[in-house]
């Protein structure tokens, strides 16, 4: 892979000091006024009685209350969404939701989705776990972000709890690895993506624990990396061939996962000092911007499925750009400031309906394309226009 300089340990610190943003320029006011606007029309579809949104679903609910916490973290206080709440309220009643998930992988490397929701008088995910790796993954990540924001340990003890569980589906199958789900028939790339991310996010937060975790990240990366996952081209495959060959199916190179590397490779940086992660992070970035954006520098998903992407595929591509943004503050490169605040001012010009602020899947509009915006898409587009609040923030 190429070998990527930047600013050192100044450029690095920008990802970890607070993202607070500053008053001061038109810019900045223009991303903060239409981001609380996305924000606010985000939750019209929140079910507080649930702690989840409505058109949403188990993991995709995990992404969106991410997506506000990021928000949050850049934007501070709001008089319109009370982020803080919103996680308190989603950390009790998301768990006393009973839900059914079943997922099957089609014949194209297509995740597929069906769910069932009742409440019980118990829970029924109780610490948010599942017989999905990869949903755990995603619940462990949104908690460690409400720490994060509320310095409330309760988060991060929830993580820990939920990555404990996620270390049960490991084992020395293709020589190492997480399972997708628990009855261990498949290895997909994003589970063990999120594993590699939740446990560097872990070691640079647990007191007392950061060898442990540590330890754990970096023998993730070096499984991951040399697993034939990443593919000649710099982009991530599905997952193996199921055939036990562990070799790469070559299957769709989802945008979410060459997202979620960047996330983890940024948390492995910090974790070790060693710049030396990031750039591996970088190269599949910009091969990941090269091969997802059209002649116009607008993301569209690998398989260009838009406005028809199944039940999962709406989420993707927001989980792309909110790790590219992760990435962007510690290797501030312009070419992924230009993909994040092109896609931003184009979703905002295009995809928004006018009337209600909601946000479709496609991010050339129009808005009601397909079923038109749900909160999976509109969360989605809502991560670019967060990621370009924090380039914005960022540049001053």
């Known amino acids: 892979m190429v070998s990527t300089r930047w600013g050192g340990l100044a450029a690095r610190a920008l990802f970890y000091m607070s993202a607070h943003r500053h008053n001061g320029t038109e810019a900045d006011a223009l991303y903060s006024k239409t981001t609380e606007l996305a924000a606010k ?5 929140y079910e507080p009685r649930t702690g989840g949104w409505t058109t949403g679903g188990w993991w995709h609910n995990a992404n969106i209350l991410t997506v506000l916490i990021d928000w949050a973290l850049i934007e501070g206080p709001s008089q319109n969404v009370n982020v803080t709440d919103v996680a308190a309220t989603t950390f009790v009643n998301a ?33 948010f776990k599942n017989e999905y790796y990869d949903d755990e993954g995603w619940w462990a990540l949104a908690w460690i972000r409400s720490y994060d924001l509320t310095r409330n340990i309760k988060y991060l003890n929830m993580a820990e709890s939920i990555f404990d569980d996620m ?22 790339a994003i589970a063990n993506e999120l594993y ?35 593919n000649k081209d710099n982009l991530i495959n599905d997952g193996f061939e199921q ?13 979410y996962n060459q997202g979620v590397i960047l996330g983890g490779l940024v948390e492995l940086s910090k974790a ?65 400031a230009t993909t994040i605040k092109k896609n931003a001012d184009s979703i905002w010009a295009k995809n928004r309906d006018p009337k209600t602020n909601r946000l479709g899947i496609s991010w ?9 915006p749900t909160a999976k898409t509109h969360s989605s587009a809502m991560d670019v226009l967060v990621a370009a609040m924090g380039v914005v923030a960022g540049s001053k």
Do not use: M
Not at 95 to 115: A, H, I, N, W
Not at 201 to 223: E, F, H, P
Not at 243 to 255: L, M, P
């Open 41 to 45: 029309a985000l939750q019209g579809w």
């Open 95 to 127: 768990q006393k939701l009973d839900v059914q998930v079943e997922k099957r992988l089609t014949t194209d490397g297509r995740r597929t989705s069906s769910k069932k929701y009742a409440r019980r008088t118990e829970s029924g995910f109780p610490e």
């Open 167 to 188: 270390r049960n589906g490991t084992d020395s199958v293709c020589g190492g690895g997480i399972w997708w789900r628990k009855d261990k028939q498949y290895k997909a």
């Open 196 to 230: 590699l991310s939740v446990a560097a996010s872990l070691a640079n937060r647990v007191q007392g624990a950061k060898d442990k975790y540590l330890q754990i990240a970096r023998d993730q990366w070096a499984w991951f990396n040399k697993s034939g996952l990443i």
């Open 243 to 255: 055939d036990g060959s562990c070799v790469s199916n070559g299957k769709t190179t989802w945008s």
């Open 272 to 336: 070790t000092g060693n710049n030396s992660y990031l750039s591996p992070a970088v190269d599949i970035a910009k091969a990941a911007i090269a091969r997802l954006e059209d002649t116009d520098g607008i993301i569209h998903e690998a398989d260009r499925c838009e406005p028809k992407c199944g039940d999962d595929g709406p989420q993707f591509k927001g989980i792309f750009i909110r790790n590219l943004h992760y990435l962007y503050r510690v290797v501030p490169n312009q070419d992924f």
């Open 364 to 372: 050339v509009g129009p808005p009601d394309a397909g079923i038109g």
